[in-house]
């Protein structure tokens, strides 16, 4: 569907994004390529997915990813109603995330997997326990895996005592099923030298063996560790099974991960951006030399300017620190913007790349034409990262699944 019939079907929509699933599937290759055929391969749908919108990257990935990570048991439960009401085969699911008792107890009805980083959860037990009456041998046991904080310093078990603090779930594994022993990496993004990574995973090794010792279990626990950089840069810290986050979405965590890689890898895997983010004008008028643009008189223009309006601003979440250095694009040329990002405007310099138009269709992240604006240039120009950048995108933004 080309960009003015969008605008004509939803004439709503003063901006919009286009989510490729081409580019989707393609990064599910370069990952499927990248490691071993017998880890599985997860997809990390926290932060609305990215930014990217949460349904419309469920819909695309659901039947190419073994595991889906979602931050909130709330999103847990919408995979598990598209699921149903579509008739597909459930996916593993594992909510990172803080639930409640209540949610722990829906999670196991509906075989979902959770994480257990800390001693609030004997507090759980009681209603768990209380939850499994009445159920006879229908009874699920809540599937969890155990978080240590190997250096990150954010949640889970650390190693101090760690025996002491997981003996309460060696006295409930009728209710909590261990599933797998996981931990997060704190600097693989920052740097091409990975020693601290090596003593991160080092420490989750001794955690894993004190957990498989401690439950004497008659199976095999999982162990994961890998986000998007350590999947493609520290390959034995791939370990069970991996979990792509924002590489998925065709973004390099760090121009450092980019160029670990192509040691690492021998060749600099292709990722193709999935998000594509487009504005129509809301006017294009004739700015003569002298006159300013925007709040606080910050751009005077020094010769007469054709410039156009754009209904999006810092409210659809495109970044105010941008005022003034920034461009979209606008018939394959860039244009400057002028002036400050306001709550709902932008305006740009469209004197090279208009005529007598009098609407325009500008490309705020994408490409147009052979000219470029990726999510690496917003977060320069805003001092920032393109993490922040995608997941900051308004979610009452429409998403256009495309191609």
Known sequence: MGDLAFISEFP???????????????????????????ILLGCVLKGNA????????????HGYVDLIFVISPVDAFKIRKYEKENDLTQKRVIVLGVITAEEAVRCARKVIEV??????????????????KGTGNSYRPLKAHIHIDTGLGREGFTLDNLTKKIDFLTK???????????????????????????????KLNEAFDIIEKKFSLNYSLEKHFAQSAASLVIPRS???????????????????????????????PKLMPVLSWKCKSQS??????????????????????????????????????????????????????????????????????????????????????????????LAEWAQTINYEIVTRIGSHLKRLVID
């Open 238 to 268: 791939r370990y069970d099974l991996v979990r792509v986050g924002i590489s998925m979405y065709g973004l390099w965590p760090s121009i450092e991960t980019k160029l670990s890689a192509k040691v690492v890898l021998n060749v600099l």
């Open 115 to 132: 994480v257990v980083g800390d001693e609030e959860w004997k507090q759980y037990i009681p209603i768990l326990k209380q939850s499994e």
């Open 284 to 377: 294009i008028k004739t700015v003569i030399s002298g006159s300013y643009i925007g709040y606080g008189c910050t751009f005077r223009a020094d010769r007469d300017l054709r410039t156009a309006l754009l209904p999006v601003g810092y409210y659809d979440g495109y970044p105010r620190l941008i005022s003034n250095k920034g461009y979209v694009l606008v018939n394959g040329l860039r244009c400057k913007i002028l002036g400050r990002v306001m709550m709902n405007h932008i305006i740009v310099d469209v004197t090279e790349a208009t005529g007598d138009e009098t609407s325009v269709v500008a490309t705020l992240i994408g490409s147009d034409g052979k000219e470029s604006v990726s999510a690496e240039n």
């Open 50 to 61: 990215y930014g990217h919108g949460f349904m419309p990257c469920l819909e695309i990935l």
């Open 12 to 38: 709503e929509q003063a901006s919009w994004l286009e989510i490729s699933q081409a580019a989707f599937v393609h990064n599910v290759s370069v990952f499927r390529n990248a490691v071993e055929s017998q």
């Open 172 to 202: 409930c594994t009728e209710l909590i099923h261990i599933q797998g022993v996981m931990s997060h990496f704190s600097n693989t993004e920052d740097v091409t030298e990975q020693e601290y990574a090596f003593e991160q995973m080092a």
